[in-house]
Each structure stands twice: as C-alpha cells, then as structure tokens.
C-alpha cells in the first residue's frame, strides 16, 4: 500500500491564482481530511469528509473547497490564493467505524502564495 | 474536547527512556487520549491511544492515571530517530461529526547520543 499521497510536494503562487492539491488514499478509508500547519503552530482542520459525496467544514474553512467524488480522492481546491494561505498542507485518512483509531498523514504540501 | 498541558520541550539520552507528561484535567469520561508524533517537514504519525487502561504497542506504552486527569507517554529505549514534536489529543473516540484531532503545541523531544 502507498498509504497518503499527496500532490505536489512543493507549489508556489502568485496571489489570486487557483490550484487543487491533490490528495489520494488506497486504504478504503471512509474518512478523510485536510489540515494546514503554519511555522511553528499546530494543525488545524480545513475540511473533511465521511465518504464519497459527503464533506463538512472544519475549523478553517474560508477561501478553499473540497469535493468527494470517489473514496480514494479528496482534492483541495484553493479559490483565489493569498500570501495569508503560505502554509504546509497535510492530508489525512482514517476508519470511519464505531471508533476513530489511528489517523493516516499524507507528507504534506508547502505552499508559498507570493 | 478537554484541552491539554505539555512542557514545551524535554531532552533524554539515546537508549534511555523517555517519559512525556500530559495533563488533562477536565477530560470527559468518553474521551479518549491519543499520542501523536511529528518529525521533522512530515505529516504526523499515530503512536497509541487508549482510554483508562494503561495501553502498549510495537512503538511505546501509555499511562493513564486512575483519575485520568494525567497521562504518560513512555518510548522505552529512545532513539536518535524519535527526535520530534509529540502531541497528546484528548477527543472522544466515537466517530462523530467532525473528528478532529486539536493538535496544540506538543512537546519538542530531543535525543541525545
């Protein structure tokens, strides 16, 4: 198994420009979702989802949208992007069951928004 | 979810044991305590996590005090390779909406040789 995939490793912007970073899973884990981490922070969930055609926003929400069209894709998709949105992006997967064990991560995307 | 307390950071020798400390006083009693770990530039990575009973896998062992207000993380012989921020998450572990993991700002341990 490959686990968490993420890609690209590294992207840098110009603000106002879109991108999807792209994030893929071969567990079969319905659960899935996106975090970022800013120097020196914690991780702090941007959008998740219980399952294809299912997502809900978590703690950070604005200025990025998620769709679930299959159990092993969960792309981040970045609107219009600002230099406040310079982060690492990690995705995750997980069990969706009567209890939530161990999360999986993702190496993680740096992002530069210039 | 109940909020933790860590030191910021600990040191312990190569081949030592480390114990990491985590308070969690206003824990709920459907709440689980998990341990996390993040090297350095990667994606975090589970250890363990467990509810009353003391738990122990291929990676360390967790104490949870009778109260459950504290808990333990013990990586028996460290390594120079488990230098990394180490996170303690108290969440229930029911799948509900959401299921985040709060991670707050963890314990930076370094091995020593």
């Known amino acids: 198994n490959a686990g968490v995939t993420q890609t690209p490793k590294f992207q840098v912007l110009k603000t106002g420009q879109s991108m999807t970073l792209q994030c893929a899973q071969d567990m079969n884990h319905e659960y899935m979702s996106w975090y970022r981490q800013d120097p020196g922070m914690g991780l702090r969930l941007i959008h998740y989802s219980v399952g294809a055609g299912i997502t809900d926003q978590g703690e950070v929400p604005n200025g990025y949208n998620v769709s679930r069209s299959t159990t092993e894709d969960f792309p981040l998709r970045l609107l219009s992007a600002a230099p406040s949105q310079t982060s690492v992006y990690f995705c995750a997967s997980g069990l969706w069951g009567s209890e939530m064990r161990e999360q999986y991560f993702g190496p993680g995307t740096r992002l530069t928004v210039t | 979810d109940a909020k933790t307390t860590q030191p910021t950071s600990m040191d312990c020798a190569e081949g030592r044991a480390a114990n990491l400390p985590c308070n969690h006083s206003t824990i709920s009693g459907n709440e689980y305590v998990y341990w996390y770990r993040q090297i350095h530039s990667q994606g975090p990575q589970y250890i363990i996590h467990?509810?009353?009973n003391n738990e122990t896998n291929e990676m360390a062992s967790l104490i949870i005090t009778e109260d459950r207000k504290s808990s333990t993380l013990i990586l028996p012989h460290a390594t120079l390779r488990d230098t990394a921020v180490y996170y303690c998450?108290?969440?229930?572990?029911?799948?509900?909406?959401?299921?985040?993991?709060?991670f707050g700002e963890g314990t930076q341990l370094t091995v020593n040789p």
């Open positions: 467990g509810l009353k």
């Open positions: 998450i108290v969440r229930v572990a029911e799948v509900t909406s959401g299921s985040r993991l709060t």
